[in-house]
Nanobody, 118 residues
Framework: QVQLAESGGGLVQAGGSLRLSCAAS????????MAWFRQAPGKEREFVAA????????YYADSVKGRFAISRDNGKNTVSLQMNSLKPEDTAVYYC???????????WGQGTQVTVSS
């Protein structure tokens, strides 16, 4: 089983920035895809961003496009999410997820809380 460990959450004011990291417990491969999801109180879990490990292609939800950036560090088996211009509506628990090539996210981190105050 792959373990994912998120870090970097916290409390920031609107307009501020945070950088989240997710470290995988094992080597990652070119056909993997890693992603960030988030879930706010009373809302469904939503997709935030994803990256294809092999070629680095990125995908973003419209709500974060232009503000968030996902990246990977192949050597450290780590994916990061740089969050800029944060808004109160970005407040949520953020989860890292891994698709090992089956077109589904089977592995999830424990989540890290991001709170953006007005």
């Amino acid at each position: 089983q792959v373990q994912l460990a998120e870090s970097g959450g916290g409390l920031v004011q609107a307009g501020g920035s945070l950088r989240l990291s997710c470290a995988a417990s094992r080597r990652t491969f070119s056909h993997y895809r890693m992603a960030w999801f988030r879930q706010a109180p009373g809302k469904e879990r939503e997709f935030v961003a994803a990256i294809r490990w092999g070629d680095g292609s990125t995908y973003y939800a419209d709500s974060v496009k232009g503000r968030f950036a996902i990246s990977r560090d192949n050597g450290k088996n780590t994916v990061s999410l740089q969050m800029n211009s944060l808004k109160p509506e970005d407040t949520a628990v953020y989860y890292c997820a891994l698709d090992i090539g089956l077109s589904r996210y089977d592995y999830w981190g424990q989540g890290t809380q991001v709170t953006v105050s007005s």
